[in-house]
């Protein structure tokens, strides 16, 4: 996949214009809209018989492309299909979604912050984005940086679509296995085992971050 050519002053200023405008409907999307909580997802689904699969994938994929919470698909998901075809739903779903808003994101605002940010940002962002694939898979792989909210960030960087894409995928398994094999669905809440492994899978990818944003060797 290519990105979109750079474009001139007047056509950037649209696009940055357009580009808010769909965030802030996404956003205005996540605060209005109720999204079901775990029980209820599970109950809706499973009333679809041997379709549910598919419904599942799709309404997650679709939904969670706007700043609404995973939790809800993946706790259900296990109850649901059972631990594998659960997690295996899930990380179909979060990769498509991740990949429509990071496509939506780069095609409308573009590479923004290697033309428009401040001149330390832009330092940084190079500096993150030289190193793509081990950036994204880092960054996914701390359960506080929400998921939305990466896509449209690494959209208007210079990561690559390979990158992004290479490193989503695998950096999604801990937080969402944590939760399709050990969530409550009863309850939404996280099992105490569920939660240790989010906090060993967050540290690796803190240190992977900071290992990111250190200076080039040209820099040195």
Known sequence: MTDPPPPNGRTARVRWAVLGVVLVALVVVALTVPLPGAVEVRDRVAALGPWAPVAFLLVHAVVTVAPFPRTAFSISAGVLFGPWLGLALCLVASTVSAAAAFTLVRRIGGR????????????????????????????????????????????VTTVRWRHYLAGTAPGLVPGTAAAVL?????TGALSPTALAVLLVSGTIGLVGVLLCARPTADEI
């Open 112 to 155: 923004a912050v290697q033309r428009l940010g401040p001149g330390r940002v832009r330092m940084l962002e190079a500096r993150l984005s030289s190193r793509g694939f081990l950036t994204v898979l880092s960054a996914r792989l701390v359960p506080v940086i929400p998921f939305a909210p990466l896509n449209y960030t690494l959209g």
């Open 182 to 186: 050990l969530g409550d669905a009863a």
